[in-house]
């Protein structure tokens, strides 16, 4: 089976920073993996050049066989990204901004699907507001409503949670693990371990542009008996 991304000695500098370090890592499709790391591990960078976003120095990555490169337009369709940033144009309610990022991909009349994202992400009652009024979290859902709405089989969420309330957390991720048991494959960063250790059926450990560890959750809980994954990524890092 293609992997879902398939990631093979990639390279990218910024000036004299190494962010990424000849990272090699295949991702299967229906997998839940985690991506964790502290901050400047090249998480983003990956994710960016995954996207589309950032040009490598060398290496490749692709997305269910199609080349990040060479073949943007479909590698990009296959993927949702959810980003760091609160990224969001102030002159269009959610529905609208849902509408027009179903448009960017070709797709029209989907307001069923729209209404279904909204309503998992506890966004129904904000359907019409506009984007400049919500709050911080309102408009984090908004991002990962953003990254679905076209239904892609790979799914990044990068930092998903990150200043969000428990109950907005609770609620993504029964809808993610719904989405991830219909067969789309999840890849999550985040600094929240405990999400990471109950969440992902496989873990990429990175430090400094290069992978450290890679192995089932259960592989890596297993050769630190009675440790956390807090613990065991802790450990890791001091290598």
């Given at each position: 089976?293609?992997?879902?991304?398939?990631?093979?000695?990639?390279?990218?500098?910024?000036?004299?920073?190494?962010?990424?370090?000849?990272?090699?890592?295949?991702?299967?499709?229906?997998?839940?993996?985690?991506?964790?790391?502290?901050?400047?591990?090249?998480?983003?960078?990956?994710?960016?050049?995954?996207?589309?976003?950032?040009?490598?120095?060398?290496?490749?990555?692709?997305?269910?066989?199609?080349?990040?490169?060479?073949?943007?337009?479909?590698?990009?369709?296959?993927?949702?990204?959810?980003?760091?940033?609160?990224?969001?144009?102030?002159?269009?309610?959610?529905?609208?901004?849902?509408?027009?990022?179903?448009?960017?991909?070709?797709?029209?009349?989907?307001?069923?699907?729209?209404?279904?994202?909204?309503?998992?992400?506890?966004?129904?009652?904000?359907?019409?507001a506009n984007m400049r009024r919500l709050s911080?979290?309102?408009?984090?859902?908004?991002?990962?409503?953003?990254?679905?709405?076209?239904?892609?089989?790979?799914?990044?969420?990068?930092?998903?949670?990150?200043?969000?309330?428990?109950?907005?957390?609770?609620?993504?991720?029964?809808?993610?693990?719904?989405?991830?048991s219909e067969g789309h494959t999840i890849i999550?960063?985040?600094?929240?371990?405990?999400?990471?250790?109950?969440?992902?059926?496989?873990?990429?450990?990175?430090?400094?542009?290069?992978l450290l560890a890679l192995d089932t959750t259960?592989?890596?809980?297993?050769?630190?008996?009675?440790?956390?994954?807090?613990?065991?990524?802790?450990?890791?890092?001091?290598?």
């Amino acid at each position: 089976m293609i992997p879902a991304v398939s990631v093979v000695d990639v390279v990218k500098s910024f000036a004299s920073l190494k962010a990424l370090d000849g990272l090699s890592l295949a991702i299967e499709q229906g997998e839940f993996f985690g991506l964790l790391g502290p901050n400047g591990a090249g998480k983003t960078t990956l994710i960016s050049a995954l996207a589309g976003l950032a040009r490598l120095d060398s290496g490749s990555i692709q997305v269910l066989g199609h080349d990040v490169v060479r073949d943007f337009r479909q590698a990009r369709r296959l993927l949702g990204v959810v980003p760091q940033e609160l990224v969001f144009d102030p002159f269009f309610s959610v529905r609208e901004t849902l509408r027009i990022q179903s448009g960017y991909f070709g797709i029209r009349r989907n307001d069923d699907w729209i209404d279904e994202i909204l309503h998992h992400l506890d966004l129904t009652g904000k359907a019409d507001a506009n984007m400049r009024r919500l709050s911080g979290g309102m408009k984090r859902r908004v991002l990962v409503a953003q990254a679905l709405v076209h239904k892609p089989p790979v799914i990044v969420l990068d930092e998903p949670t990150a200043g969000v309330d428990v109950e907005l957390r609770q609620g993504l991720w029964q809808f993610v693990r719904r989405l991830n048991s219909e067969g789309h494959t999840i890849i999550l960063t985040t600094h929240y371990l405990e999400e990471a250790e109950a969440l992902c059926n496989r873990i990429a450990l990175m430090k400094q542009g290069r992978l450290l560890a890679l192995d089932t959750t259960a592989n890596l809980m297993a050769a630190s008996p009675g440790a956390s994954l807090e613990e065991v990524f802790l450990r890791t890092m001091q290598r």
